[in-house]
């Protein structure tokens, strides 16, 4: 039996209405990650979390509280949860997080930033204005709540000057590039996600990594992204050898989430079964998804070790490896990119063959 369904959703969504956000972060959690590191306000083109790296501690914390409600009859309960949360965010108090799992997190977004300067990136960033994309509303099937969501999200990137953003998981690439257009009348904005960036520009590896990895391909990136090549190329430039599980690419198979906002062990059995498909071909795993990083690491069993593909990347493109914490020094300013295509590489590697 799942957790209260009609009061879950009806959190979900009020907070969504009320809060602009399904687990409602404090601007200072949202925007930690950025310090050292001198990103500058806004501009064309933006680098957009959408809030999801910084949410999955949040998430972890409230998927194991919903955990211990599941099969338990607690409607009643749930019930006056909603009503007590449309007053004051209960989030804080359901959802407590702590500060190194937070860092674990803020220090991937950190690294992504890095790799990107390195390849000659330009981008700002939009601080308290980097809102949720409204991803888990839409997936739970909140509709009408989602739809003025994301007019809202898209109203605000447009009257920021908003052109170009560079997405940083697969949740919000999905959202900014292939379900607000459907919703949003008159949505324009050109959206990639760091991966595809990153592979148009060819970074050159500062190091061959020498390890072998399994790849699990995020749902969202494989089948309606079609995210597929460019994290496979960028690992294999790296030096990183990759093991493929029979069900990949476009095939992949689920993490189990986010069901785990409503069933809690189904998602935990669905985890455990990719897990091992995984953990057949490699012990090392690696993902390009917070959430998918998530779910499977609480799964993994001793002896395998799920790390996000931007910890690989750092330490292979980065000059001092991944340097966690350690606000990297700003690149001298790239060459402007060419004007035709604000996403294409520098022009002596455009054309350049993909490597076999």
């Known amino acids: ?27 200072r959690v949202v ?5 050292g590191l001198d990103l500058p306000r806004g501009g064309p083109t933006v680098l957009y979390t959408g809030q999801m790296w910084q949410m999955v501690p949040a998430i ?11 099969n338990a009859g607690s409607s009643r309960m749930f019930r006056f949860a909603r009503s007590m949360n449309r007053l ?29 300067r390195s390849a000659g990136v330009e981008f700002g960033y939009l601080f308290e204005k980097d809102l949720y994309t409204g991803a888990l509303a839409y997936d739970e099937g909140l509709d009408r709540v989602f739809v003025r969501h994301a007019e809202y999200v898209y109203r605000t990137l447009r009257n920021a000057g908003v052109r170009r953003v560079i997405t940083v998981d697969p949740h919000t690439t999905n959202m900014l590039r292939s379900v607000y ?7 324009d904005l050109d959206v990639r996600s760091y991966l595809e960036v990153l592979w148009e520009h060819r970074p050159n590896a500062a190091r061959k ?30 030096g990183v050898t990759l093991v493929e599980p029979e069900l990949s690419g476009a095939l992949t198979f689920c993490c ?42 609480r799964a993994a069993p001793a002896g395998v070790e799920v790390r996000d ?34 996403w294409r590489a520098p022009s002596d590697r455009v054309g350049r063959p993909l490597a076999p």
């Open 31 to 35: 925007t930690e990650w950025t310090r």
């Open 256 to 297: 189990g989430g986010p069901l785990e906002t409503l069933f809690p062990s189904k998602s935990a059995q669905i985890a455990q079964r990719r897990i091992e498909q995984l953990a057949a071909c490699s012990p090392n795993v690696v993902t390009a998804c917070p959430l998918c990083l998530a779910n499977l690491s």
């Open 309 to 342: 593909i931007s910890d690989y990347l750092s330490d292979a493109y980065l000059p001092n490896g991944g340097s966690p914490r350690t606000g990297a020094a700003n690149p001298a300013p790239a060459a402007p990119l060419a004007s035709e295509s604000p």
């Open 88 to 116: 004051v965010n209960l989030t804080p108090l359901l959802a407590r997080t702590r500060a190194k799992d937070r860092r674990a997190y803020n220090d991937r977004l950190r690294n992504i930033v890095r790799l990107l």
């Open 60 to 70: 972890n914390a409230m998927s194991h509280q919903l955990a211990k409600y599941e």
């Open 181 to 187: 257009p459907k919703l949003v009348p008159g949505y």
């Open 209 to 238: 990594l020498g390890q072998e990895v399994t790849i699990h391909d995020s749902c969202l990136y494989a089948r309606a992204e079609g995210v597929i090549e460019p994290p496979r190329r960028l690992l294999a430039e790296g």
């Open 1 to 27: 039996m799942p957790v209260p369904i009609d009061s879950t959703l009806g959190i979900l969504g009020d907070n969504l209405r009320k809060r602009r956000s399904a687990l409602p972060l404090s601007r």
